[in-house]
């Protein structure tokens, strides 16, 4: 394996207005690349290093994933159920249409509908129930955005949104702990995982590599308070954007999923049936245009982030049923089980649509390229 190309590209990116980045690649499940460029602090007088922790953002996403497919696995949740079969604030829901005018919603919405971001949720955190609510916990802010309506019927369209959240109140509900503790005892703990979590430690807090805002005209980067908007409140557990970690324990669990669901510990994470379900694509036509929209070509939705459906438009070198996620702050998460390979990048760039277009796709290929010799 070469990774030369890596290396070299990794140490180019401090000139595109990303300071500091990590990547680690896992092939049938042994580390084989991980590499560490840039300075985590922003005098510039520190490396980035191993320890460093980021705010993973919407790659929170993949593990809130997991978490509701173990309990799909165990049939104590179904993909099929309403959702208000958990939180009863969402038997009745209004569409509000583009013109302004609502209506009652025709279909209901199920839980499959909230892993595929069809539920027809939007991402507005603002709201005025949710201001509202800014005081209570996960569950009780999930049950005030029932209140704010739906933009479209559920599963006839594509939207990015809060989808992810509401599925993590269901984890909580339906498993009857708080969300947070549940992925301790099945996800984290089993997994020898312990700088990963919603509220990090002073010490934790510590080791936050700076945080940057990027300006993509002149490819620069603007110091920034290291801080989540997508805590909603001191005590919401943001199941779509809101765990820190560290790049060395995150690959652990991606890694478990390109192994076929069990990490090389021996813990099944899930099944390999469960992982099988989470590389189709559930989208619609109408809503795989919709998805097309944000530039993800070749890709559909599945029940863990994106999927790719056609290599020939997405000019991937990954294979079909190749799945994963991103962050807010720059993070690709990508999940092989074909060739029982992961990677995992991270940064902590806001407002880094470079990152999106050019570096993770470049990022992508030239690991096939070194892995596989393509």
Partial sequence: MNFSKLDSYLETLKHTGIPACELIITHKGDTVYHKCAGFSN???TTPTSENDIYWL???TKVITC???MRLVERGIISLDDPVSKYIPEYESLLIHEADGSSHKAKE????WHLFTMTGGMTYEKATKNIIEARDRSTVGIVRAMARDGLVFEPGTHFKYSLCHDVLAAIVEIASGVRYSEYLKRNIFEPLGIVDMGFKPSAEQNS????MYKHHGGTAKAELKKTENSFVLSEEFESGGAGLFGTASEYIK???ALSLGGTARNGYQLLTEESVRMMQKNYLCDAALDDFSATSKFGYGWGLCGRVHIAPVVSCSASPVGEFGWDGAAGAYVLIDPENELAIFYVQHVMSCSYVYHT???RLRNMAYEAIMGE
């Fill in 108 to 111: 209901t919405l199920r839980v």
């Fill in 207 to 210: 080791r936050f590599s700076a």
């Fill in 57 to 59: 953002y919407s790659a």
């Fill in 253 to 255: 669990i991606i890694t």
């Fill in 359 to 361: 570096v993770h796709p």
């Fill in 42 to 44: 922003a005098d510039g």
């Fill in 66 to 68: 997991i978490a509701a």
